[in-house]
């Protein structure tokens, strides 16, 4: 168990429709990462927030949308989904390694997505 | 920008074999990370090690070794006497200190190992 906790695991749905996949991030880390992984492109980093505030974004697309709450959870709303969303959702969170400053990311089990 | 580069799709071998799993990466910063991460058939993402750009040791880890050379821009990682439990997918990753200091992941090798 890595720490990091996302719900659902396996989640489906048909087209046009949206759904919200959550993060608990590992107890201490401020930060929250989503990537998503599908066969075609990869992982590829979608958004980072930092106690509640975004960060930096990457190849997310309008329709997704995501926020950090106060207590550091963070959710990733995903609408008018297309059968190419579907694919595994990552949230991972990070660790500060004071003798390094590097931070680790620490990976959640995926939300795996699939849209018919 | 930032690349990482696993030319190796997939890789088989049998077991107790060595094998060795090349990363290549592109990058106009002077200091950065770069990760391995393991992704068995259950799916979760699993880092095993870090290094940074000023650190040019070779490091081991049980079987595990990882060689970086920042004159041809390589982190190539070796599994020496390969077990069965190690079939999985593994991913490079680069990671810059500046800006959005986002994982920028390679694509990928699925290693299969054989009994």
């Known amino acids: 168990d890595s720490g990091v906790t996302q719900t659902p695991k396996h989640l489906i749905t048909a087209t046009g429709q949206r759904v919200t996949l959550r993060c608990s991030p590992r107890s201490g880390d401020l930060s929250v990462y989503w990537y998503q992984q599908s066969l075609d492109q990869g992982l590829q980093f979608l958004i980072q927030y930092y106690n509640g505030e975004e960060r930096a974004k990457g190849n997310i697309l309008e329709r997704f949308s995501a926020q950090q709450f106060p207590d550091l959870h963070s959710e990733l709303n995903l609408s008018s989904l297309e059968l190419g969303d579907s694919a595994l959702y990552f949230c991972?969170?990070?660790?500060?390694?004071?003798?390094?400053?590097?931070?680790?990311?620490?990976f959640g089990a995926g939300s795996r997505l699939t849209v018919l | 920008a930032q690349k990482v580069t696993q030319a190796q799709t997939e890789i088989s071998v049998v077991e107790k074999e060595d094998v060795t799993l090349d990363c290549v990466y592109e990058t106009r910063d002077t200091t950065y990370y770069l990760f391995w991460y393991k992704q068995p058939p259950s799916g979760e993402l699993v880092f095993l090690i870090r290094r940074n750009s000023f650190d040019e040791q070779n490091e081991i880890s049980g079987r595990y070794s990882w060689n970086f050379q920042k004159s041809t821009s390589s982190f190539n990682f070796t599994i020496t006497a390969s077990q069965v439990v190690d079939s999985a997918v593994y991913f490079c990753?680069?990671?810059?200190?500046?800006?959005?200091?986002?994982?920028?992941f390679g694509q990928g090798t699925r290693l299969t190992i054989n009994p």
């Open positions: 991972a969170s990070s660790v500060v390694d004071t003798g390094s400053g590097a931070n680790v990311l620490t």
């Open positions: 990753a680069l990671r810059s200190i500046q800006g959005a200091q986002k994982l920028v």
